[in-house]
């Protein structure tokens, strides 16, 4: 299938097994007049082949293709960002140094891991090499220093982490098991957070780094001490992005808040409090989406509902002004 990550991996393939010493010059015309009589899809890679080779764009290509795909390998993924990373720092080839858009993309890729304490703790190891490595580049200015993604990378800019990075690490612990991950998933987001008022521009928190710390806490199991700290962090993270310069609530932001307390909250008139505060406030705003009712179904009193929703009782008959703004 044309932009499969199977097609893609092939054509990479057909690429790391050309001949190192071929010559793109060398009987080109005689190559294209033999290929006329062979099969079109043939003739098309037989053409490529000779012209191109691997290089960083490429990989991010093919990393791009698995990180889309319903199960990536992450194996894959780590073996292609070895292999990059060997080839830059010892074998010096800069056209295949790996570059933030490298590295973002196998942490997206770590992210839907099964193996996910793994995932996560690797997830983290990755974006402490890139912090280090702009860092270090923002002092000294200049030079390549380092061993992968265990080492430091000195003058390195290209790998500079931005918030799509550190999103996709947050998303990491968001996915994992540990009961502390609401802790790590905020201690990300502070992160973040000190590398943009450091001068990291790219690095500027958005809307779906905070969701995804709300998730984090909404999805935190384990004893009551972990439930409460992540019932904490998601209070202190909601109310951050509301009172926001630059951001903006969405419904994901609602919907997740409201999953926070159906999820950590006993059932009790003080959950009703505040869930019932909570979507008011999203209404007003018209951010009413499926994902806010359903969320407001299970972390509501039957009472609270019939309340809350005026006499409708179809979600699909809810007024217009309700979700004006999705």
């Given at each position: 299938?044309?932009?499969?990550?199977?097609?893609?991996?092939?054509?990479?393939?057909?690429?790391?097994?050309?001949?190192?010493?071929?010559?793109?010059?060398?009987?080109?015309?005689?190559?294209?007049?033999?290929?006329?009589?062979?099969?079109?899809?043939?003739?098309?890679?037989?053409?490529?082949?000779?012209?191109?080779?691997?290089?960083?764009?490429?990989?991010?290509?093919?990393?791009?293709?698995?990180?889309?795909?319903?199960?990536?390998?992450?194996?894959?993924?780590?073996?292609?960002?070895?292999?990059?990373?060997?080839?830059?720092?010892?074998?010096?080839?800069?056209?295949?140094?790996?570059?933030?858009?490298?590295?973002?993309?196998?942490?997206?890729?770590?992210?839907?891991?099964?193996?996910?304490?793994?995932?996560?703790?690797?997830?983290?190891?990755?974006?402490?090499?890139?912090?280090?490595?702009?860092?270090?580049?923002?002092?000294?200015?200049?030079?390549?220093?380092?061993?992968g993604t265990g080492g430091t990378t000195t003058g390195d800019h290209t790998v500079r982490p931005n918030v799509y990075t550190y999103t996709a690490v947050i998303n990491c612990f968001a996915r994992s098991r540990e009961p502390d991950k609401a802790v790590k998933a905020i201690t990300v987001m502070r992160r973040m957070e000190e590398q943009f008022r450091s001068g990291n521009e790219g690095a500027r928190p958005n809307a779906i780094a905070y969701n995804n710390v709300l998730n984090a806490c909404a999805y935190t199991s384990g004893d009551a001490k972990s439930i409460e700290t992540a019932f904490k962090i998601a209070c202190v993270v909601f109310d951050e992005i509301r009172s926001s310069d630059y951001l903006r609530p969405t419904h994901v932001t609602y919907g997740t808040y409201l999953g926070v307390c159906g999820n950590l909250m006993p059932e009790s008139e003080a959950r009703d409090d505040l869930v019932g505060a909570v979507f008011k406030r999203c209404v007003r705003e018209g951010l009413c989406s499926d994902m806010v009712l359903d969320n407001l179904w299970a972390a509501s009193s039957e009472t609270l509902r019939d309340d809350l929703m005026e006499g409708v009782e179809d979600q699909a008959k809810v007024p217009k002004n309700w979700y004006r703004n999705l």
């Open positions: 299938e044309k932009g499969s990550p199977r097609r893609i991996e092939d054509i990479v393939t057909s690429l790391e097994q050309r001949p190192s010493n071929s010559n793109p010059n060398n009987n080109n015309s005689n190559n294209i007049n033999n290929n006329n009589n062979s099969n079109p899809q043939s003739d098309s890679n037989s053409i490529l082949i000779p012209l191109i080779q691997p290089d960083t764009t490429i990989y991010n290509a093919l990393l791009n293709c698995w990180a889309k795909d319903g199960a990536p390998s992450t194996r894959k993924a780590e073996s292609v960002l070895q292999h990059m990373e060997q080839s830059y720092h010892i074998d010096g080839n800069q056209s295949l140094k790996p570059n933030v858009v490298t590295y973002t993309t196998v942490i997206d890729i770590l992210s839907k891991s099964r193996r996910r304490k793994f995932a996560a703790d690797r997830a983290l190891e990755i974006l402490t090499s890139m912090e280090l490595g702009y860092d270090n580049g923002s002092r000294s200015g200049g030079g390549r220093n380092g061993g």
